[in-house]
């Protein structure tokens, strides 16, 4: 059965730093791994999708990397801003069937400081 | 503009008052699924569809019912609402099951009295 954790629960960092964000999963038949964005009393943003093939994904100011064999992907953010904060999920494919399930993390919260 | 959107966005309720959550996609997805949201228990699948009168269920279906009479539409029903129901909904969709990005509502937050 698919697990993803994620630590720190939480992280606060002065604006301009680099930094990085971790996630693990227990099963590596994993198909993909989603990043999100959730803004507090809000819906979720999807930052960037892993497909299994694939070792990383950037987008803009974040890269998102996946290595299926240590069960572990990372989201890289560079140059951090204040708009960056925000609470951070990942989310795995359940890889013991095709039902499209995500097995979400707890998440990171980010608080990015002026 | 590409979204999945939900109603109501806030609803308070009374135990066993039957009530109905919309979802709606405007992206042509055949999948479509539902998420609650708890502290301390993250987010957790209730049923999911993978394309028109086609629905199973997730993880935590009890006191749920779907439908997926249309492809864009997933409504989400509460026959009996209870407490243990007072949760955060996300209503999900994507073009298939593995290889896609899944999109989600803005949430539905739902309090049982």
């Known amino acids: 059965k698919q697990e993803v954790t994620q630590i720190p629960a939480a992280l606060s960092v002065p604006e301009g730093e680099n930094l990085v964000l971790n996630c693990s999963f227990t099963d590596s038949a994993i198909y993909n791994l989603q990043w999100f964005r959730q803004d507090p009393g809000k819906g979720l943003t999807s930052l960037l999708l892993i497909q299994s093939s694939q070792r990383e994904q950037t987008s803009g100011r974040l890269n998102a990397s996946l290595d299926k064999s240590s069960g572990r992907s990372t989201l890289y953010i560079a140059a951090s801003q204040p708009g960056d904060s925000a609470t951070y999920l990942c989310a795995g494919s359940d890889g013991s069937s095709n039902t499209g399930k995500l097995i979400f993390g707890q998440g990171t919260t980010l608080q990015v400081k002026p | 503009e590409a979204q999945v959107t939900q109603n109501p966005r806030y609803l308070i309720t009374v135990t066993g008052k039957k009530l109905t959550v919309t979802c709606s996609q405007n992206?042509?997805?055949?999948?479509m699924s539902w998420y609650r949201q708890d502290p301390g228990l993250g987010l957790r699948q209730i049923y999911y569809?993978?394309?028109?009168?086609?629905?199973d269920k997730g993880d935590v279906p009890e006191g749920y019912k779907v439908s997926r009479k249309e492809k864009r539409n997933f409504p989400l029903i509460l026959e009996s609402p209870s407490p243990n129901q007072t949760s955060l909904y996300f209503c999900?969709?994507?073009?298939?099951?593995?290889?896609?990005?899944?999109?989600f509502g803005p949430g539905t937050r739902l309090t049982v009295l």
């Open positions: 999900a969709s994507s073009a298939g099951t593995l290889l896609y990005t899944q999109y």
């Open positions: 992206m042509n997805h055949e999948y």
């Open positions: 569809s993978m394309n028109v009168e086609v629905t």
